[in-house]
Structure formats: C-alpha cells, structure tokens
C-alpha cells in the first residue's frame, strides 16, 4: 500500500526530480507515524524517542525539499491533516483495529497516486482513473484480509467483503473494461479463500502478486 500507488502516480504522470524526496519523506513519514501513533496509545513517548526523532529527521527535511520544488503539493495536507486525525483518535482509544481507522489509512495511501502525479506537475484529475482504481483494490483488500485473519468465521464482515467485490467488478468494467477480469478474480479469492486454511504469510503472498497484477494493469491502460 505504500509503493504501489506512489509507483502508478509517477509512472502515470512521468518522472520528475520532485518525487524524489516525497518518496524518502513518505516512506519516513509512514515510519514516523507508526511510533508517533505507538507513543498516543501507550502514553509513553519515551520509550520510542529515539524513533521519533530519527524519522522526523528524514521526513521533514525530504518533505521541505518536495514542497519547495512542487509547493502545489500543500493542497493535500488538510486532507491528510484530516485522516491522520481520524488515526489518532482510534490510537487514543487503543481501537486501532476498527474499520474507520482501516479505511483512513488506505485512503492515505492510496492519495499518492494524485501526489506523486503533482510532483511532476500533473493536476489531481488527470490521474482520477488510476487513483479510483486503485483505492478499491486496496479497500477490498483490506475487507479480504479482514476476513482471512481477525475476522475470520465472521459472517457479517465475509459477506461485507464478497458484496464489495461484486460492486467494484462492475465499477472497474466502467473505469476501465479490460480489468473487469482481473477484479473478478479479486471477487473469487475473496469467495473462496475465507473458507481454506492459510496462514498469515499465506495471505501476504497472495496480496504482494495481486498487488504486482494490479500495478502492471493499471500502468499499461491507456491514458
């Protein structure tokens, strides 16, 4: 969830020295959220201080250099300000499990594909498709694994999970008809695989080469 949105953004919009230093700022920043998110739900700051700091000093300065040269890229931070609050809040609550805080973070991710797009200087709406596309594997998927490891047995979430699917094959057919095969197969695992034994690893793999389909599908559409 973190590389292959920014990967479809740069791909989609092309290269540029900006997406540089996002790319060490995000993946920094994703760190930095981890133990800042730790810290809010243990109450203990001290015990991951030297975490926070090490990766607030890669993220900010890579972050500066990123807005610096691409400054349109501020116009994501209240979005972003919004969601990570919503984290906050489920890490203040020690409920970082619930399906809100889930949604939140797949969203942040999945934003990267209109931000690393802006760091070339690609308006958001030029990378629409591919940004739609990709937050509802990412959304299914987090439903799916849901279902394959916490929630497993659960009738409400599996059934959740199958009728999400059923609904972004038919969405994805709209976007982009080509990949109505591959989030079909996207509905069948997410039918069939709640019922077989599979460890956590097991599931892991799985998602990685869904994961790879899915960035080589939406990479080769037509822009």
């Known amino acids: 969830m973190l590389l292959?949105?920014?990967?479809?953004?740069?791909?989609?919009?092309?290269?540029?020295?900006?997406?540089?230093?996002l790319l060490v700022a995000w993946l920094a920043g994703y760190l930095l959220s981890?133990?800042?998110?730790?810290a809010i739900k243990t109450r203990r700051v001290s015990r991951v201080r030297r975490q926070l700091l090490t990766y607030a000093g890669l993220t900010v300065p890579a972050g500066l250099v990123?807005?610096?040269?691409?400054?349109?890229?501020?116009?994501?931070?209240?979005?972003?300000?919004?969601?990570?609050?919503?984290?906050?809040?489920?890490?203040?609550?020690?409920?970082?499990?619930?399906?809100?805080?889930?949604?939140?973070?797949?969203?942040?991710g999945c934003l990267m594909v209109p931000v690393a797009a802006g760091a070339a200087g690609v308006v958001p709406l030029a990378v629409l498709e591919p940004f739609l596309l990709v937050l509802m594997y990412f959304v299914g998927t987090m439903l799916f694994v849901k279902t394959m490891?916490?929630?497993r047995g659960d009738e409400r979430y599996f059934r959740a999970s199958v009728a999400y699917?059923?609904?972004?094959?038919?969405?994805?057919g709209l976007i982009a008809w080509?990949?109505?095969g591959l989030f079909g197969w996207f509905l069948v695992r997410a039918v069939w695989l709640p019922?077989?034994?599979?460890?956590?690893?097991?599931?892991?793999?799985?998602?990685?080469?869904?994961?790879?389909?899915?960035l080589i599908a939406v990479i080769v559409l037509p822009s």
């Open 195 to 214: 019922h077989r034994k599979m460890t956590p690893k097991g599931v892991g793999m799985i998602e990685i080469a869904n994961c790879v389909a899915l």
């Open 34 to 38: 981890y133990y800042v998110l730790l």
């Open 165 to 172: 699917h059923a609904v972004v094959v038919v969405a994805a």
């Open 66 to 108: 990123a807005v610096v040269l691409r400054p349109e890229l501020l116009t994501f931070a209240p979005v972003y300000a919004v969601l990570l609050g919503v984290n906050v809040w489920y890490a203040w609550h020690r409920s970082e499990r619930g399906l809100v805080n889930g949604l939140a973070s797949v969203v942040q």
């Open 178 to 180: 080509p990949l109505t």
């Open 149 to 151: 490891v916490r929630k």
């Open 4 to 21: 292959v949105p920014y990967l479809v953004g740069v791909v989609r919009a092309g290269p540029s020295w900006a997406q540089v230093p």
